[in-house]
């Protein structure tokens, strides 16, 4: 069964950077892979998206290897209110040349003051 | 605009009846994801429309569930009959093709169901 790996938890305080990575190993080759945010009671979020290299926005920044098969979302000095939960979002290929929608397991984030 | 507006916010229902889902997407979207939230299974992509086509129904977890999409500013989720194991929260989502992000959905707030 296609699917994505996350970690299920990540802490950090203030003012740093944080990583998140996501594996991917049988991801699409035709289709970006996204990230999105989740706060509690709220629906995600779409913060950034990619399809290879590098990509910056004013929030996030992805990197992905010339492979594909992972991504990492880079939030530079997180602050309180960027705790939340975070998943990346790509098109897996399932047995059978299926192709799938699939949201990763998603990664809770808690930012220390 | 408003985004995604889902209906209703909370659904407590008892096992057997029919619960219907409501979601009205972001006007001049062309696509309308319906997602599944728990616990257990995480988010998952029940079915999608473009242009009120179903695209993929794939993951529509049984015949109890149907989607329908009648017109390009209204969708349903349907499950009939329900059970407790279909307790989740259940999201709307809309994306437009060629404007902005190429995967950038836009998520309504959800419908919290409770089946008991």
């Known amino acids: 069964l296609a699917k994505t790996t996350q970690p299920i938890s990540m802490d950090s305080y203030e003012g740093q950077e944080v990583n998140i990575t996501c594996s991917h190993n049988?991801?699409?080759?035709?289709?970006?892979i996204t990230w999105y945010q989740q706060f509690p009671s709220q629906g995600p979020r779409f913060i950034i998206q990619?399809?290879?290299t590098k990509v910056t926005n004013e929030v996030a920044s992805l990197f992905i290897p010339a492979d594909r098969k992972s991504s990492t979302l880079s939030l530079p000095r997180v602050s309180l209110s960027d705790t939340a939960v975070y998943y990346c979002l790509v098109v897996l290929i399932s047995s059978g040349s299926a192709r799938q929608l699939t949201f990763g397991s998603g990664t809770q984030l808690t930012v220390l003051p | 605009d408003a985004g995604v507006i889902q209906s209703p916010r909370h659904e407590v229902t008892e096992m057997g009846q029919e619960v219907t889902l409501r979601c009205k997407p972001i006007?001049?979207?062309?696509?309308l994801f319906w997602y599944r939230q728990t616990m257990m299974r995480g988010l998952e992509l029940l079915i999608y429309?473009?242009?009120?086509?179903?695209?993929?129904d794939s993951g529509m977890p049984e015949d109890r569930f149907s989607a329908k999409m009648p017109n390009a500013s209204f969708s349903t989720l349907k499950i009939q009959p329900s059970e407790p194991r279909d307790s989740a929260v259940y999201f709307c989502?809309?994306?437009?093709?060629?404007?902005?992000?190429?995967?950038?959905?836009?998520f309504g707030p959800g419908t919290r169901l409770t089946v008991l």
């Open positions: 006007s001049g979207h062309d696509y």
């Open positions: 989502a809309s994306r437009q093709t060629g404007f902005g992000s190429y995967n950038e959905q836009f």
């Open positions: 049988n991801i699409a080759t035709n289709d970006y």
């Open positions: 429309f473009n242009n009120n086509v179903p695209i993929d």
């Open positions: 990619g399809y290879k």
